[in-house]
């Protein structure tokens, strides 16, 4: 179900077609400096991302504008609340994010803030399209930190440990330490109980 609904949300970025010449997403032009902010804000937040040219765009903007509208919106928007949850991580007390990456969520959110960027916001549907796209080629950078801070979300939200917010941290890392040598006396058992038997031992000898 998960993957199924994963698929059906997917954006992912078209070939680049050398030859094409496309540079108008709804009548609106995409602009070289604009396209070239892009791909270095992106670059500085991951440098294996990869640089997406004015053709690409089109062609993903043609795509979202030919789906339902339900389902084009469900795609932009699943991106932007991954920001949120960003946002989020970055102002709770209880998460220690280092400089590094604090810095490159800083580049995310302040590029998402643009009004007036590679595709204006203000253009029906398309407008947040270069937002999501960034969102998705950069995601990467974000995913295993975003991983684990809703992981220690749910943690908060179950166990509901005392403590400050050093205690509840380290409350959280030990759980995760258990599940994970549970999960691994699991394997250990399951690999056993598929093992060859030993052989038995022989009793007589034929002479």
Known sequence: M????????ALRLPPESPASRRRQVAGVALEDSQLERFNTVLAHIDPNAPRISADQVVTLARWLQDLPRERAVAILSERLARVERLR????DGD???????????????SY????????PDDQPLVGHLDD??????AWPAFREETLD????CRFLSERRPRGSAYERRLAWENA?????????QRRDVRARSYAAPA???LHFRVS
């Open 176 to 184: 995760c330490l258990a599940e994970a040598a549970l999960l691994q």
């Open 112 to 119: 998402l803030q643009q009004v007036d960027d590679l595709i």
């Open 149 to 152: 801070y809703g992981d220690y």
């Open 95 to 109: 998460w220690e994010v280092d400089a590094e990456l604090r810095e490159r969520s800083r580049m995310l959110i």
């Open 199 to 201: 052989p038995l031992p």
């Open 88 to 91: 989020r991580m970055l102002n």
């Open 132 to 137: 999501a796209l960034l969102v998705e080629l």
């Open 2 to 9: 998960n993957s199924l609904r994963h698929d059906t949300l």
